[in-house]
């Protein structure tokens, strides 16, 4: 158990009313898909990238806007293609007549929250030149390095059917997302109300206002890595990864960077449940959005399929 601190549990008290009422004012927008948006905050909580994984039209450019107006954040979208280069994204030098310099002129990668959409649709150079900034959070051109200012989201998206002018994403741009989701269809009932609310005169998304600032989401960020993991649960997050590095089934296991990303995102998980310490039902909970999509398993089952049976079969600790 976490060593009693009364700051850090009314801290987490506070910090719990105010990520239920983000996560209703997405959810005006957003119908049916609260768990997905509790995941995606999560992520971000956590310093991480999401991968979302679906057909055109279920959600995806609405849920990144949605977030970053509901936390006050800026947000801006990057449709990849085949023709846009790296310094469309990182931005690039121009040489200014009056001064007789170059200066630096900022690209679209330079906000808080960027949606890339269809990211597999643009060539492997020209993905490459989001690795820096997904890992590190700059950007370097021209040998000078240029610092984006906190936070710095990238939420991206990748139709899963239409592969025709497409890349398939390296193992190197896979690794720098966190998680990797679904939004899926709506019920039935949600998509009613999805029609009553967008069908209006006036987009609700452009009328959607924020909840908590700029700085409180950052505040959110500086929590995560106060809550506590007992010694019993970082060894039960490498028996895990071993586990599956020792599976012949699994061509490519979990680095500890993955490892190192699921305790995170435990920690952000307990947070969001009101505790002040991990456990591992918050392990449980995310192992398979976070390790799925790094991993690479022979046969016929899925990565979420795998990392449940692993979940079975290794003994949870007291």
């Not at 939004?183 to 924020?210: N, Y």
């Not at 692993?310 to 003994?315: F, G, K, Y």
Request: charged letters at 20%; glycine letters at 6%; proline letters at 7%.
């Amino acid at each position: 158990m976490a060593p009693a601190d009364p700051q850090r549990a009314a801290d987490v008290a506070r910090f719990c009313t105010e990520f239920q009422q983000v996560v209703e004012n997405i959810g005006l927008v957003i119908k049916g898909k609260e768990d997905v948006v509790r995941k995606v905050l999560i992520a971000m909580m956590a310093r991480g990238h999401v991968l979302l994984l679906d057909v055109p039209g279920t959600g995806k450019t609405m849920l990144a806007r949605s977030i970053a107006a509901s936390i006050a954040c800026a947000f801006k979208r990057i449709q990849f293609t085949p023709d846009l280069l790296p310094m469309d994204i990182t931005g690039t030098n121009i040489f200014n007549l009056r001064s007789k310099a170059f200066e630096f002129q900022p690209g679209p990668i330079f906000t808080n929250i960027l949606l890339a959409d269809e990211i597999n649709r643009a060539t492997p150079k020209t993905q490459s030149a989001l690795l820096e900034v997904m890992a590190e959070g700059q950007v370097t051109v021209d040998g000078r390095t240029h610092s984006l200012p906190p936070p710095f989201v990238v939420l991206a998206t990748m139709n899963p059917l239409d592969h025709q002018g497409t890349y398939v994403l390296p193992a190197a741009q896979l690794d720098r997302f966190t998680m990797q989701l679904t939004m899926g269809f709506p019920s039935p009932e949600a998509e009613l109300d999805l029609l009553d609310i967008h069908l209006g005169e006036r987009s609700v998304v452009q009328s959607l206002r924020s909840v908590i600032d700029h700085d409180s989401f950052l505040a959110w960020q500086a929590m995560v890595p106060r809550i506590f993991i007992a010694e019993q649960v970082k060894r039960y997050l490498i028996v895990l990864a071993n586990h599956m590095r020792g599976d012949s089934r699994v061509l490519a296991p979990p680095s500890p960077r993955a490892v190192l990303m699921l305790a995170r995102v435990a920690q952000a998980h307990a947070l969001v449940q009101g505790r002040d310490f991990v456990s591992p039902v918050d392990v449980a909970a995310m192992a398979a959005d976070v390790l799925a999509h790094r991993l690479v398993v022979s046969g016929d089952q899925t990565g979420h399929a795998y990392v449940d049976d692993v979940l079975n079969s290794v003994a949870v600790p007291a």
